[in-house]
């Protein structure tokens, strides 16, 4: 352990130190952690986790392209063996993972932040995955309701003695039965 001196403030500073106590300045941000894949160091949320537990036990027990619907029992047990290997890791991240663990049968070879997408690694995707948005929905057309025509034509009411001679009001015809609604 040595001193060094900070760049930005030029007082002392422990080498050790992330950042300067002074100025705040960071000091040791040049280690940027990187998985090891040969051994199975994964990254995930700036920490280094070892994933050979879960690794050996998906070479073993899970191909690639297996749909795990009816397999439960290896679903329940890889989930355990992953909460164990990266305590507090939620039910979306673990899914995630898991998807890129089965279809490559190994760590990933870059710092793992999950997107949120569970069946983005995944070899067959439902079929609503490839579907952009809901199809879209067109407004009711209005119908006659004595003939079914859907030639409507909406005219303003005539006034009336009650109403006086400005009114808003509007009624459908329909431009083939002439019938007013």
């Not at 160091?41 to 191909?63: G, Q």
């Not at 431009?175 to 609604?181: E, L, R």
Request: with cysteine.
């Amino acid at each position: 352990m040595a001193l060094i001196i900070c760049p930005e403030c030029k007082k002392e500073v422990s080498d050790q130190a992330s950042v300067c106590p002074n100025c705040g300045y960071p000091i040791n941000n040049n280690e940027e952690l990187k998985p090891d894949v040969e051994n199975n160091i994964i990254v995930f949320k700036s920490k280094r986790y070892d994933l050979t537990e879960a690794i050996e036990y998906i070479r073993k027990n899970i191909s690639p392209d297996e749909q795990l619907r009816d397999h439960r029992n290896k679903v329940i047990e890889i989930g355990e063996i992953m909460r164990t290997c990266i305590p507090g890791i939620d039910g979306t991240e673990e899914n995630e993972l898991f998807g890129y663990l089965k279809r490559y049968q190994k760590v990933p070879d870059f710092n793992f932040t999950p997107s949120g997408d569970v069946w983005k690694y995944s070899l067959r995707k439902p079929k609503c995955y490839y579907e952009d948005s809901a199809p879209e929905q067109k407004p009711p057309v209005p119908k006659c309701p004595k003939c079914g025509c859907t030639n409507i034509q909406v005219v303003p009411k005539k006034w009336s003695f009650f109403t006086g001679f400005l009114t808003n009001k509007t009624e459908r015809v329909c431009a083939n039965c002439k019938y007013k609604w």
